[in-house]
């Protein structure tokens, strides 16, 4: 186990890193100067002189070769050093440490709905298998995994908001502000989940373990929930880094939409404002968060389930 | 790996049988059915749009705003007094074209670089699945807002982005299923008399693909319609008074007090496609995969089966 955690580490560095090289001049070799465009935000009157320019392209380093830049960009970044907002002239790392908090409630709140619907949806349905209620789910589990969150997002506005004046649409104001976006969330990830769970638990059935929990004289969901969802969650776990995945993707739509102050509506802001520091910063902390819970994710399946063979996982991955 | 790539990877194992007994499995398949009516019907209205749509799209009429859904106006009009039927038609064209445009790019960029690195040695294969990789390190649409934020906006930026990002997952898929057909004694036999690495690619290794690139390239259809429309709800796709069905969307959300059906109907528009590319892919698949028994039903199959497939359905 420790060797191949170590392994797993020695793969998710270099990922990294290349990762961090693609976003740096991913965003360097943009189109457009962001010398000139720093210089116009600082003053939007009249002409920029070439000495003006020069000056700016100076003060933000642009004037050094690319590998300096990335080399000094990196270096930062190591230390916890992501530069300096060109917009805010704020430090980058600060800025989103303040949303990191904002964006986990969001994140964890949807997190905990996706358990506590799909669970339940997946097991009625295994244990409804072919009747009409597991129709009805799968039908329900097809929109939820169709509707775009930008427009689940504006259903329920219409819905609680609109017509039913129950919470709030937009900002940050106590749990209440916290259901829709949550919901939104929430939905894609949970239609897949529970039909992952049912398929899971279908297979599980036909175990042997499964027939002697019921013929020592245990009701059928006592059976399902001791000894069923227990095996069946394991090769969910496998889809959890999917979820992580949808849940950073999704949150920049809902943060966007209800205008929820976290990590994700600091996204598009910085894009929108052409905002450098900014970018690279949030979309290379986007990045370390999903390599780690995606190595997180590999690195449990062997905790959870020793029989899974661990050296094949590295050879797939 | 995640799950729709497991179930993306799986269709890809598939192959393809012949003749008249696909179209009789498929019209069993009722779901995959009422797929594939689903885009045929919405493909046909969006080339016919000039014809169906009876007003103008971006004709603008300043008396007749809001209107309700009547006999002239089957969806209404919006906030300028524009036909949202004629739009929604007209939107199909752009949103449609933009997805088939989208998937096409990604399917040619993925087969031939998935292809290229099945087929070459450790070096390229490397620096073609360790740029994946890179990309896979970060969940795409944030990877897609930072290309097509620094690109700016347009149906162009738009589509190389989708391509730009989405290429990886079918790149490695490809190159998955060209190291399995490359094992193949048919592609020894044309080693043996002297055929080239790349006539081996082109002539036998290319045709073998064919079958399972076509239900690739419909299962990501879905996927390639959320992101476009997506993308240009955040307003990176094209500008007004265009219709597009995200950017419509986006646009109707400011008169969402005043008329909600706006919002809908693009909203509608997009889930009915992505929902009939899911059923008529998943149909697709299931009838080229030759563990599926032509006896059994859909869902009876569907049974057998372990979870990671059902994330597209």
């Known amino acids: 186990m420790g060797r191949y955690a170590a392994r797993r580490l ?23 100067d962001p010398a000139e465009e720093q210089a116009r935000r600082q003053d939007s009157r009249g002409e920029i002189s070439p000495e003006r320019l020069a000056e700016v392209r100076h003060e933000l380093g642009l004037d050094r070769p690319f590998v300096t830049q990335y080399v000094s960009w990196l270096g930062g970044a190591v230390h916890g050093d992501l530069g300096r907002s060109f917009v805010r002239r704020t430090s980058v790392s600060s800025e989103i440490g303040r949303r990191i908090p904002v964006s986990a409630r969001l994140a964890g709140a949807a997190f905990a709905l996706i358990l506590l619907l799909s669970v ?23 929109l939820g995994a169709s509707v775009p969150g930008f427009f689940g997002a504006y259903l329920l506005i219409i819905l609680f908001a609109t017509k039913l004046g129950l919470l709030p649409v937009a900002g940050d104001e106590g749990w209440q502000s916290l259901v829709l976006p949550a919901i939104t969330l929430a939905v894609g990830p949970t239609a897949v989940v529970s039909r992952l769970l049912r398929s899971s638990l279908l297979e599980v059935f036909g175990e042997d373990y499964m027939r002697s929990a019921r013929s020592k004289g245990l009701g059928p969901l006592t059976v399902v929930v001791r000894h069923g969802l227990r095996n069946a969650a394991v090769p969910l776990v496998t889809y959890l880094g999917a979820v992580f995945g949808a849940l950073l993707e999704g949150a920049v739509i809902a943060e966007v939409i209800f205008a929820w102050p976290g990590v994700g509506r600091l996204t598009v802001e910085a894009i929108g404002q052409r905002d450098y520091p900014m970018i690279q910063g949030v979309v290379l902390f986007a990045g370390a968060v999903y390599v780690v819970m995606n190595l997180l994710v590999d690195l449990s399946y062997g905790f959870i389930d020793p029989r899974i063979r661990l050296e094949e996982a590295v050879e797939r991955s | 790996m995640s799950a729709p790539e497991a179930a993306l990877r799986e269709a890809g194992d598939a192959f393809v049988p012949q003749g008249r007994r696909i179209l009789r499995r498929m019209l069993r398949d009722r779901s995959a059915v009422i797929g594939f009516v689903i885009v045929v019907i919405m493909a046909l209205a969006a080339l016919l749009a000039p014809w169906l749509a009876r007003h ?6 300043f008396s007749n705003r809001y209107a309700p859904s009547s006999g002239a106006h089957p969806f209404g009009t919006d906030n300028l007094g524009r036909d949202e039927f004629s739009r929604i038609l007209h939107g199909a064209r752009i949103s449609l074209g933009m997805a088939v445009a989208a998937t096409l790019g990604i399917t040619i960029v993925g087969v031939t670089l998935g292809l290229v690195a099945g087929m070459s040695g450790r070096a390229t294969s490397t620096v073609i699945m360790r740029l994946a990789d890179v990309e896979l390190a970060l969940p795409g649409l944030i990877l897609a807002l930072v290309v097509v934020g620094l690109l700016g906006q347009g149906l162009r930026n738009l589509i190389i982005t989708i391509v730009l990002v989405q290429w990886p997952t079918f790149a490695r898929i490809v190159r998955g299923m060209t190291l399995k057909v490359r094992e193949q004694d048919f592609v020894e036999a044309a080693r043996s008399v002297g055929a080239s690495r790349t006539r081996i690619m082109v002539r036998h290794v290319l045709p073998n693909l064919v079958g399972p690139v076509v239900v690739l390239s419909t299962l990501d259809m879905g996927r390639v319609l959320l992101a476009v429309s997506g993308l240009s709800f955040l307003g990176f796709g094209i500008g007004p008074p265009t219709p597009e069905w995200g950017a419509m969307l986006a646009e109707a959300k400011t008169f969402l007090d005043r008329s909600p059906a706006l919002l809908i109907w693009p909203g509608l528009a997009i889930t009915v496609m992505v929902l009939a590319f899911n059923l008529a892919g998943d149909g697709l698949r299931d009838l080229l995969d030759p563990r599926t028994v032509e006896s059994t039903p859909g869902w009876e199959r569907r049974r057998a089966r372990m979870g990671a497939d059902e994330s597209v359905r």
């Open chain 2, 56 to 61: 103008d799209p971006i004709a603008t009429n």
């Open chain 1, 120 to 142: 339940p949806l997946g097991v009625a349905a295994a244990m409804f298998h072919r009747h009409w209620a597991d129709h009805a789910l799968r039908v329900l589990s097809l």
């Open chain 1, 10 to 32: 020695l793969v998710a560095v270099p990922t990294l890193l290349a990762l961090s090289l693609l976003i740096f001049a991913l965003v360097s070799r943009a189109p457009g």
